[in-house]
Every structure is written in structure tokens, then in C-alpha cells.
T-cell receptor, first 114, second 110 residues
């Protein structure tokens, strides 16, 4: 298995533009997580899905952020409009069953908003 | 979920055992202890987890005190590739939330 696949690996965009980050979880996994990592705040859980349904989005910083999971093999995290303070590494992770010990992380998307 | 306390950094000589402590004095009876690590620029990687018994796998051993208020992750023969940030996390069984703290930055030196 190729693991969790995120795209793009790097994204540079101008303030005010829409940004879409993509994630393909491991086949057969039914929980998916989006995290954001910065030097100041560390790793923050933004939202997680179980069986394509958002379970907890309390970590989503504000209405500019939205996440969708239209099917078991694809999820997006969208920022509109983007701001410089959104610059971070965004990680997607998946796990096989709810409560599973092991979550597998992707390589991350490094977002820079200028 | 209960909070954890870890030292911000540790050093270890290559080939020696690395013992990483974690305090979780407010842990509840239904919370497991999990360990993940993050090697520079990569996504976090699962290492091991346990409830109250000591656990061992091919990567590490986890020692949990009898009162469950603290634990130690042991890397028996540290290598340079073990240099990473190690996160100790407590999580209620059957929930999905993995909340990461600040972790311990382990530096393995030759």
C-alpha cells in the first residue's frame, strides 16, 4: 500500500486566494483526520471523519476553513480566503477502525501564504 | 482527555538505551497511553500503546507504573535514525481523537 497520499506537497499562494489540500487515505480505512502543524502551536487536530461523516470539527479555526469527504477514498481541506497566518504544514491521517491505536500519517502539505 | 507532561529534550548515545519519561497523573481508568514520534519533516509515526501492562514490539518497550500515573518509552539500542520528537498521548478507548502535546525532542549522538 502506498500509504496516505497528500497533494500537493508544497503550495505557495497569495493572500486572499482559495487553497485546496487533498488527501487519499489508505484503502479500507474508515477514519480520516486533518491536522495542522506550526512552530508556535504544534500539532493541532482540525477535524476528523468516520465513515465519511464529520464527527468533530471543533478544531477548525474559523469559517474560512472547510473539509469534505465525498467518498471513502478522498478528502479535501479548503481555505477561502487564505491568510498569511494559515501558513503551516497540514497533515492528513487515516486509521482502520474507530478507536484504532494506529493512525497512519501522510507526508504533509507545506502551505505558504504570502 | 488527560494531559501529559514530558521533558522538552533529551540526549542519548548511539547504541545505548533511550528512556523517555511521561507523566500522566490524571489518567482515567479507560484511557490508554500511546506513543508516536515525528522525524524531521515527516508525519508522525505510531510506536506503541498500552493500558496497564508493559508492552513490547519491534520498535520499543512501554513500561507503565502500577498506579498508571507515569510511563516510560524505551528504545533499547538507539540509532541516529531515532532522532525525533516523541509524543506521549493519553486517549479514551474507542475514541478517535489523538491530541498531541509538545513532546520530547530526542537527539541521538554518535
Amino acid at each position: 500500500d502506498a500509504g496516505v497520499i497528500q497533494s500537493p506537497r508544497h503550495e505557495v499562494t497569495e493572500m486572499g486566494q482559495e487553497v485546496t489540500l487533498r488527501c487519499k487515505p489508505i484503502s479500507g480505512h474508515n477514519s480520516l483526520f486533518w491536522y495542522r502543524q506550526t512552530m508556535m502551536r504544534g500539532l493541532e487536530l482540525l477535524i476528523y471523519f468516520n465513515n465519511n461523516v464529520p464527527i468533530d470539527d471543533s478544531g477548525m479555526p474559523e469559517d474560512r476553513f472547510s473539509a469534505k469527504m465525498p467518498n471513502a477514498s478522498f478528502s479535501t481541506l479548503k481555505i477561502q480566503p487564505s491568510e498569511p497566518r494559515d501558513s503551516a504544514v497540514y497533515f492528513c491521517a487515516s486509521s482502520r477502525i474507530q478507536g484504532s491505536a494506529e493512525a497512519f500519517f501522510g507526508q504533509g502539505t507545506r502551505l505558504t501564504v504570502v | 482527555d488527560a494531559k501529559t507532561t514530558q521533558p522538552p529534550s533529551m540526549d542519548c548515545a548511539e547504541g545505548r538505551a533511550a528512556n523517555l519519561p511521561c507523566n500522566h497523573s490524571t489518567i482515567s481508568g479507560n484511557e490508554y497511553v500511546y506513543w508516536y514520534r515525528q522525524i524531521h519533516s515527516q508525519g508522525p509515526q505510531y510506536i506503541i500503546h498500552g493500558l496497564k501492562n508493559n508492552e513490547t514490539n519491534e520498535m520499543a518497550s512501554l513500561i507503565i507504573t502500577e498506579d498508571r500515573k507515569s510511563s516510560t518509552l524505551i528504545l533499547p539500542h538507539a540509532t541516529l535514525r531515532d532522532t525525533a520528537v516523541y509524543y506521549c498521548i493519553v486517549r479514551v478507548v474507542d475514541t478517535d481523537k489523538l491530541i498531541f502535546g509538545t513532546g520530547t525532542r530526542l537527539q541521538v549522538f554518535p
